[in-house]
């Protein structure tokens, strides 16, 4: 009898977690539905990170809510010493990670980290911490405008304070069957996974992108004005 109650109170409190994870993700997507400018929303993930599948979720929620939500999952590979080795990780997430806990002199990443608009880090399932931020930065940031051209495409950017852009260049979502690890057994998607990032110069507001940056397996790219790795002060997406 004593087993049973046990079992019960813990399934009442997994069903709790789930309704309250829900309610928090339904506030969140309620939050950007009025959305006009930019969010830039980046994900610092890992499928052997145990409590990273409903920041994935959340994540892959926001970006169909609006599409003003840039969203960027960012795999890292930090955890790949486990007994599962993320099949979308990339060493530069995990150096585009350590690089924002410098920038505001901390010593501490992890995951799930939401970063938005480079300037406020936040546990990437945390619907309602995450809602309360985009509000705050809801219009902080500018548009860049990305065209098509010949040999590839051009990002225009006015800006004084911008020597150079950041772009980003993503794949189509992604569903991953976790066959070990810590989400052994699990199904997750990733929305618009990381495959690659460089720096561009900006001449006279204008950055040339060529086509062979891109890559094949390309859904999209967006770009990103920023000094280092502070602020985001304006961002473009164009997806394929």
Same mark, same amino acid.
């Given at each position: 009898m004593k087993t049973i109650v046990i079992l019960l109170f813990a399934l009442t409190i997994i069903l709790f977690n789930q309704i309250s994870g829900q309610r928090a993700a339904a506030m969140t997507t309620a939050m950007v539905g009025d959305l006009k400018g930019p969010v830039v929303i980046e994900l610092f993930t890992s499928q052997s990170c145990s409590s990273c599948p409903p920041a994935d979720a959340l994540l892959g929620q926001l970006a169909q809510a609006n599409p003003a939500v840039i969203a960027l999952t960012c795999p890292v590979t930090y955890w790949n010493h486990l007994s599962w080795r993320d099949t979308?990780?990339?060493?530069?997430?995990?150096?585009? $990670? @350590?690089?924002? *806990? /410098?920038?505001?002199?901390?010593?501490?990443?992890?995951?799930?980290?939401?970063?938005?608009n480079g300037r406020h880090s936040a546990v990437g399932s945390s619907g309602r911490n995450i809602a309360d931020i985009i509000g705050k930065e809801a219009g902080i940031l500018d548009r860049i405008?990305?065209?098509?051209?010949?040999?590839?495409?051009?990002?225009?950017?006015?800006?004084?304070?911008?020597?150079?852009?950041v772009l980003v260049v993503f794949g189509?979502?992604?569903?991953?069957?976790?066959?070990?690890?810590?989400?052994?057994?699990?199904?997750?998607?990733?929305?618009?996974?990381?495959?690659?990032?460089?720096?561009?110069?900006? $001449? @006279?507001?204008? *950055? /040339?992108?060529?086509?062979?940056?891109?890559?094949p397996a390309a859904a999209g790219f967006v770009i990103l004005a920023q000094q280092g790795h502070g602020p985001i002060t304006a961002a473009g997406q164009l997806k394929f």
């Open positions: 979308l990780s990339q060493e530069f997430c995990t150096a585009r $990670q @350590n690089a924002y *806990a /410098d920038a505001r002199n901390s010593q501490r990443v992890f995951t799930p980290e939401a970063m938005i405008d990305i065209r098509a051209g010949k040999d590839g495409y051009t990002a225009h950017y006015d800006a004084h304070n911008t020597s150079d852009v189509k979502t992604h569903t991953q069957d976790i066959a070990k690890g810590e989400n052994r057994g699990a199904r997750v998607s990733y929305t618009n996974p990381v495959i690659a990032l460089y720096r561009l110069p900006l $001449q @006279n507001g204008r *950055a /040339d992108i060529a086509a062979n940056l891109i890559l």
